[in-house]
């Protein structure tokens, strides 16, 4: 069964610095793999998909992530973090069921920008 | 455009009692969904609807949930009766289509009703 595990539930980083957010999938097909974002008492934004072709894909606010096939991984990242980042993070993958896709979330990755 | 609607944001209830969610999809949107995020947890699929139909159910604790959607439009999702366990924010989500083939439409989110089951 397809399932994604997020490497830290709570990562720090100062302000500036790089960000590094951990996504390791499982899945017995190609995937199609997901970051989101959640800010406090908001629904979740998507920050970067990856379906096919180049493995490294750029999404908004600066963030990229590489898909790294031997690795099963999927890591998220950023140069320089911003205190507007602070948000909480989710990596999902997505799964075929009944004929439709469903995603299969992480457990999520809280990241804190201190100045 | 308008994103996805969610009412009410917050509710309150005691166990036992019922209760209902609604969603308003972005305007277009074929394929809605029903997540629950449980605190500390990624969102789970509860349920997804294609227009009015619905093409997994299987997460649904259909003995006290249920949902409709019944002009493949606006969506209810209803909790009746309550547990404590049940406590969590439940998220709407709406994509534009999903073919047998499976195309990856982007799901937008709502910001989602916080449930407090005392």
């Known amino acids: 069964a397809q399932s994604v595990t997020q490497l830290g539930s709570h990562v720090s980083v100062s302000e500036g610095a790089l960000v590094l957010l951990r996504c390791n999938y499982s899945s017995s097909v190609p995937p199609y793999l997901f970051w989101y974002v959640q800010y406090p008492n908001q629904g979740l934004q998507l920050l970067l998909k990856y379906t096919t072709g180049a493995t490294l894909v750029k999404g908004i606010n600066g963030f990229e992530a590489e898909f790294k096939k031997s690795e099963t991984s999927f890591h998220l990242t950023k140069p320089s973090a911003h205190m507007s980042d602070a948000a909480e993070y989710f990596c999902a993958v997505s799964v075929r069921s009944g004929g439709y896709n469903k995603l299969i979330f992480g457990a999520g990755t809280r990241l804190a920008v201190h100045p | 455009e308008a994103g996805v609607a969610q009412s009410p944001r917050y509710k309150i209830i005691e166990k036992r009692q019922s209760v209902a969610f609604w969603c308003n999809p972005i305007s277009g949107h074929a394929t809605l969904y029903w997540y629950q995020q449980i605190l500390g947890q990624g969102p789970k699929l509860l349920i997804q609807?294609?227009?009015?139909?619905?093409?997994?159910d299987s997460q649904l604790p259909k003995d006290r949930f249920s949902a409709e959607r019944l002009k493949g439009v606006d969506s209810t999702l209803k909790i009746q009766p309550a547990k404590l366990e049940d406590s969590a924010v439940y998220l709407c989500?709406?994509?534009?289509?999903?073919?047998?083939?499976?195309?990856?439409?982007?799901?937008?989110f709502g910001p989602g009703t916080r449930l407090l089951v005392l």
């Open positions: 609807f294609q227009n009015n139909g619905v093409v997994d």
């Open positions: 989500a709406s994509s534009l289509f999903q073919t047998l083939t499976g195309s990856q439409e982007t799901q937008y």
